[in-house]
């Protein structure tokens, strides 16, 4: 993996991170640090997920 | 308790399910298939309107789960019929686009309805997951899924 | 007037579960299953029980339809293989 | 035993279940009413814990022992498939084949595949405070990864989904929701008691003492069990086949 791929897939990891959060956000009816805790931590797995499936599919 | 939203729900689901029905349990395969996907088009928005006439918006989690897993249940049967759907494909456009519209026009009633905050923004995704997935599940249905053999 | 959501999913459910029971061939047997899957969460929300709509709408509108599909898949596909050793 | 007799034997016995359920339907309170004596202690049962979804409270603290029993029935039931549909001897594993997916599905499958994973942790996480709960949020989250099969083909949900994980997640899970109701029995005299956590504040995502808990245990179950067992049955749809040669 060169220096631009693994750039380029840590840039599509936090996209995704935090259009996921965004979406958490849209959720919930209202806003706490605990609520805030787990959706950054779904979000991230979300995101996980979304990288790998990405991944799997078109094959880098 | 009656009023315009839950009116409007019965009215929808009324008419868009028992004809929803009548197309999956009649007609060639094409049909039956356009017909499912169009029930789910057709039950969110009746899901959605019922959540604000009940005054519960914690019921939109039902909407919400139904726009995100309806259109999947869709593309189950597209992936695994495809080779009979494939000799006769199903020809929708019109259905699906008005049936979108329909969706479109509730959420922006409900939207106008809540005003603006997260609450509409909740809205606006259900609404963006509803019309997106019905368009491509209806793409999927005709002719998404090329040459499949044995996957 | 306050109940005819209720009637009219009650009505909705009593016509697509006959229909289901009626149709023979499993592939469309699966299709309207998925709709009275739809149909059922309709009524469990009406009758303000949204949890038991969720669960419904879970198992009814994705996993049930895989499920069926990929049996009736298998089933073919054995069927198909027997033919061509005959 | 002849077709007319059993014939008989269906009309009777139909006859003798309408006759007693119409029995049974004119002794119901009537639809709809004002007196729910058994809602009203449970509302109050669930308040008093600081739980804002009744559903829940009764799932995983009232009848929390009836929810360990189901989620034994749902992991049996898998063991059962899994051990029905696994490989035999006379069969062999075919590689799949790649499906020819129009690029808006693929894409479509690529996006909401993330989306309906939060959702289900979503679902799951607020199952005390909002409609739904560890098992309508497992299956929406195992739902969410079968996208990858339905929009692109077999191999690359294989990549995503190592079956080892999902098989110690589903007995963690399922083990835990055990230990956490033997930790009831330190704090009380009860298995699965709600009374080792704090109630916490009502309406928060902490609330309800070990209702969260229970409920993180059950969506994880749910989740790693219904990968399982989809697992299975897309091996045998798609990969196993009877050896030509016997």
């Known amino acids: 993996m060169t220096r631009r791929t693994a750039l380029l897939a840590a840039a599509e990891l936090l996209a995704w991170w935090a259009a996921l959060a965004v979406l958490w956000l849209f959720l919930i009816s209202t806003v706490y640090t605990l609520e805030f805790v787990v959706g950054i931590a779904a979000a991230g797995l979300g995101a996980l997920a979304a990288c790998a499936a990405r991944r799997a599919v078109t094959g880098w | 308790m009656v009023n315009g939203w839950t009116l409007a729900a019965t009215v929808g689901l009324a008419g868009g399910l028992g004809a929803a029905l009548w197309g999956v349990a009649t007609g060639p395969l094409r049909r039956r298939v356009v017909a499912q996907n169009l029930a789910t088009a057709l039950a969110c928005p009746g899901m959605l309107l019922l959540a604000q006439g009940y005054g519960r918006p914690a019921y939109l989690d039902v909407g919400v789960v139904l726009a995100l897993l309806g259109p999947v249940g869709t593309l189950v049967f597209a992936r695994l019929l495809a080779e009979e759907l494939a000799e006769d494909p199903p020809r929708a456009w019109v259905a699906t686009w008005t049936v979108a519209a329909l969706g479109a026009i509730t959420v922006i009633a409900l939207c106008v309805a809540t005003g603006p905050g997260r609450a509409m923004a909740k809205l606006l995704v259900i609404g963006a997951l509803l019309i997106g997935g019905n368009v491509v599940a209806s793409r999927a249905l005709s002719g998404g899924f090329g040459r499949v053999g044995r996957g | 007037m306050a109940d005819a959501v209720i009637v009219v999913a009650l009505l909705l459910v009593a016509a697509s579960a006959t229909v289901a029971v009626a149709t023979r061939d499993p592939a469309r047997q699966a299709l309207v299953l998925s709709v009275l899957g739809v149909v059922l969460a309709v009524l469990f929300t009406v009758l303000q029980a949204p949890d038991v709509g969720l669960s419904q709408l879970a198992v009814g509108s994705a996993l049930t339809p895989l499920l069926l599909m990929l049996t009736v898949r298998k089933v073919r596909r054995c069927g198909r293989d027997e033919e061509q050793k005959r | ?246």
Request: proline content about 4%; some cysteine.
């Open chain 4, 1 to 246: 035993m002849s077709r007319r007799v059993r014939l008989w034997l269906v009309l009777t016995g139909g006859a003798g279940l309408a006759v007693l359920l119409v029995a049974a339907c004119l002794n119901l309170p009537s639809f709809g009413g004002d007196r729910h004596p058994y809602g009203d202690r449970a509302v109050r049962a669930s308040i008093a814990r600081h739980t804002a979804n009744v559903v829940s409270s009764v799932n995983f603290d009232q009848r929390a022992f009836d929810t360990l029993g189901e989620m034994t029935i749902l992991f049996g039931a898998v063991l059962g498939c899994v051990m029905l549909l696994r490989q035999t001897r006379d069969e062999h594993r075919a590689r799949p084949e790649p499906a020819e997916v129009a690029p808006p599905v693929r894409r479509y499958a690529l996006l909401v595949l993330p989306v309906a994973l939060v959702t289900g942790i979503y679902v799951i996480a607020h199952g005390q405070l909002s409609p739904g709960g560890g098992f309508q949020g497992g299956v929406v989250a195992a739902t969410a990864l079968h996208l990858l099969y339905l929009g692109a083909d077999y191999r690359a949900l294989e990549r995503i989904r190592p079956l080892g994980v999902y098989e110690v997640g589903d007995a963690l899970a399922a083990s835990s929701y055990v230990v956490l109701g033997l930790a009831g029995l330190l704090g009380s005299t009860t298995f699965l008691a709600n009374s080792l956590l704090p109630y916490g504040t009502f309406n928060t995502l902490s609330s309800g003492g070990t209702v969260p808990l229970l409920n993180a245990a059950v969506g994880m179950e749910v989740a790693c069990a219904v990968v399982l067992l989809l697992a299975r049955f897309l091996d045998q749809a798609v990969e196993i086949e009877k050896e030509n040669g016997e």
